[in-house]
């Protein structure tokens, strides 16, 4: 039941602030469009597309900012508040936080060249997050392939999702410790790659340097599909999607036709987007994303 047009009558000019500040927070650190393009997984994956991944930690309920897969490395919650302040200011009450990570994770790819795609909308925002959900269901880039089908598979999406989204990887950075174990012990990697990062990422420290998952981190295109056919990428996840298996020629195709991996793309958001929404009365419109009214 969401809808791109939920919020033509009620607030048709969150659209266009929402792209201002986006495109503003992008041009102050190009870095930010990866960070907010990610928020979408990590709120979908967890309790549904709910914005349960913008709660804070309150003294009585942990959050879901503090879990594993988020701490120290999820970032972009205070665009998210500008936009939020943006768009109270304009319409009170009426646009969710679930909706501005939905539209935001848009804008960031088509300001990064991408491709738009058309978002459904009328999400309302969970009063509760689901800080060992965000533990047990985003998937951890130690899993193999089946694992990676299994965990997107419990939320309803399929291997061509998986292999579409997981080209959001084009864009974005990641830390030394999810790579490490990668660059050090796998053999399925370059091994001039390997011994380059190396450099960057040591046996022991440096947990937290940061690399790029492609040359061009901040342009949205299908690079990082190239890459896993050259054996260059840093996640032993993405090389997990052509290593010999089922969904090597659909790497291959994305590698060859970028368009067609656009429009997977593009179909995959949605897809992800429609996970569990909480809609019609059900939860609220938060006022201020990171509490409960
Ligand atoms: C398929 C399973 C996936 C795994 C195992 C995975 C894992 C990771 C890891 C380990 C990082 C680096 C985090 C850090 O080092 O702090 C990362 C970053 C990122 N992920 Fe994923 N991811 C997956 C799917 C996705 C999906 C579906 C999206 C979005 C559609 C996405 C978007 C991103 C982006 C944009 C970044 C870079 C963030 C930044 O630079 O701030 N990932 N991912
Ligand atoms: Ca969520």
């Known amino acids: 039941q969401l809808t791109p047009d939920f919020y033509n009558k009620t607030c048709p000019g969150a659209f266009a602030a929402i792209d201002k500040v986006v495109r503003a927070a992008i041009a102050n650190d190009p870095s930010m469009g ?19 991944v913008l709660l804070d930690d309150t003294p009585t309920t942990k959050g879901e900012k503090t879990a594993a897969p988020n701490n120290n490395s999820l970032r972009g919650f205070d665009v998210i508040d500008r936009i939020k302040a943006e768009v109270e200011s304009l319409c009170p009450g009426v646009v969710s936080c ?12 088509v300001a990064f060249g991408g491709t738009p795609w058309t978002v459904l909308l009328g999400r309302r925002d969970s009063p509760i997050a689901n800080f060992s959900g965000a533990n047990t269901d985003i998937p951890a880039p130690t899993l193999n392939l089946s694992n990676l089908i299994t965990s997107f598979a419990n939320k309803g999406l399929n291997a061509i999702d998986l292999v579409a989204l997981s080209g959001a990887h084009t864009v974005g950075q990641a830390r030394c ?18 011994k380059a990062l190396r450099g960057i990422c040591p046996i022991t420290g440096g947990d937290d340097n940061l690399y790029s998952f492609t040359e061009s ?16 990428v840093l996640l032993h996840s993405d090389q997990e999607l052509y290593n010999g298996g089922p969904l090597d020629r659909q790497v291959e195709a994305y590698s060859k036709n970028p368009e067609a991996f656009a429009a997977d793309f593009g179909n995959a958001m949605i897809n992800m987007g429609n996970i569990s929404p909480l809609t019609g009365t059900s939860g609220q419109i938060r006022l201020n994303c990171r509490k409960v009214n």
């Open 34 to 52: 990866a960070s907010l393009l990610r928020l979408q997984f990590h709120d979908c994956f967890v309790n549904g597309c709910d914005g349960s």
């Open 98 to 109: 679930a909706d501005i990570v939905i539209i935001t994770a848009r804008d960031s790819v």
């Open 177 to 194: 410790i999810n790579f490490r174990n990668r660059i050090y012990n796998d053999t399925n990697i370059d091994p001039e790659y390997a």
């Open 217 to 232: 981190a901040t342009h949205f295109d299908n690079d990082i599909y190239h890459d896993m056919i050259k054996k260059k």
